[in-house]
């Protein structure tokens, strides 16, 4: 049985695509999902892809992932730079979390140079695109290896 990962969006990326495209490219979430799915499949994991513009929706989330889940990829989105409740919930979830931003949120205001994420996360990949979920795919699979 591949190991199960959750890999959680946060608000405004369903809009992926048609939001900013100057900052966050052109690729739809469903592109995204497509593209690590397939990953996934080459990586023998299962991923569980979820997006929400709800803050209390992904802490209910990242409290399923408790026992369920091996292991998290998350981009909360504008809640990384707000959210001391998804901060809380990654911290009562054992497995590894990575923290993945599209854009390099230390090249932007200064508002989103911090993330509460960060606090907890095992790693974090910033600007690389949407390619970064599959570079954060790649370290996961590594990290439930070991
Ligand atoms: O919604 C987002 C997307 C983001 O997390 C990114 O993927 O670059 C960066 C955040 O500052 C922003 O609020």
Same mark, same amino acid.
């Given at each position: ?63 399923? $992932?408790? &026992?369920?889940? /091996? +292991? ?12 001391? !409740?998804? #901060? ?32 907890? $996360?095992? &790693?974090?990949? /910033? +600007? ?12 996961? !699979?590594? #990290?439930?290896?070991?």
């Amino acid at each position: 049985m591949p190991k199960l990962v959750t890999l959680l969006n946060g608000p405004n990326l369903n809009l992926l695509g048609l939001r900013q495209p100057e900052i966050y490219g052109h690729e739809t979430l469903d592109d995204v999902a497509s593209k690590v799915s397939d990953l996934a499949e080459d990586l023998g994991l299962a991923v569980r892809a979820l997006q929400s513009n709800h803050e209390g929706q992904l802490v209910d989330w990242i409290q399923a $992932a408790r &026992g369920t889940s /091996a +292991g998290i990829i998350i981009n909360p989105g504008a809640y990384s730079h707000t959210s001391i !409740a998804i #901060l809380d919930a990654l911290n009562a979830y054992d497995g590894p979390v990575l923290e993945v931003h599209i854009s390099n949120i230390h090249k932007r205001e200064a508002f989103r140079h911090h993330s509460y994420v960060s606090h907890r $996360a095992d &790693g974090v990949i /910033a +600007g690389c695109g949407t390619d970064g979920y599959l570079l954060a795919l790649r370290r996961m !699979a590594s #990290l439930l290896k070991a």
